[in-house]
């Protein structure tokens, strides 16, 4: 089983910058897309950005496209998610989550492994 344990969720303004941050034991992490995904209250979750194995490749969902970047340092074992000019939509749990394929995928369910999340609060 592989734990992925995200931190650095809190409070912020709106148009301020946060930066959550994903961690975990494994070795396999360096051959993992990894991938964060958020949950609203009500909502479904929804994709926001995901990354190759090497770092080299990333995806991001037109709402955050241009806000948010998704970096990884393969030596660490963590996935990082700067998230820049916030809005009050951005509010919502923010879950890391780990797919042992190699090709990129925005689909919670393309994931096998998932952390327990994350809260980031943007006040308006």
């Known amino acids: 089983q592989v734990q992925l344990v995200e931190s650095g969720g809190g409070l912020v303004q709106a148009g301020g910058s946060l930066r959550i941050s994903c961690a975990t034991s494994?070795?396999?992490?360096?051959?993992?897309?990894m991938g964060w995904f958020r949950q609203a209250p009500g909502k479904e979750r929804e994709f926001v950005a995901c990354i190759s194995w090497s770092g080299d490749s990333t995806e991001y969902s037109d709402s955050v496209k241009g806000r948010f970047t998704i970096s990884r340092d393969n030596a660490k074992k963590t996935v990082y998610l700067q998230m820049d000019s916030l809005r009050s939509e951005d509010t919502a749990v923010y879950y890391c989550?780990?797919?042992?394929?190699?090709?990129?995928?925005?689909?919670?369910?393309?994931?096998?492994?998932w952390g327990q999340g994350t809260q980031v609060t943007v006040s308006s």
């Open positions: 494994r070795r396999a992490f360096s051959s993992f897309v």
């Open positions: 989550a780990g797919r042992v394929f190699p090709d990129l995928d925005g689909t919670p369910g393309g994931y096998n492994y």
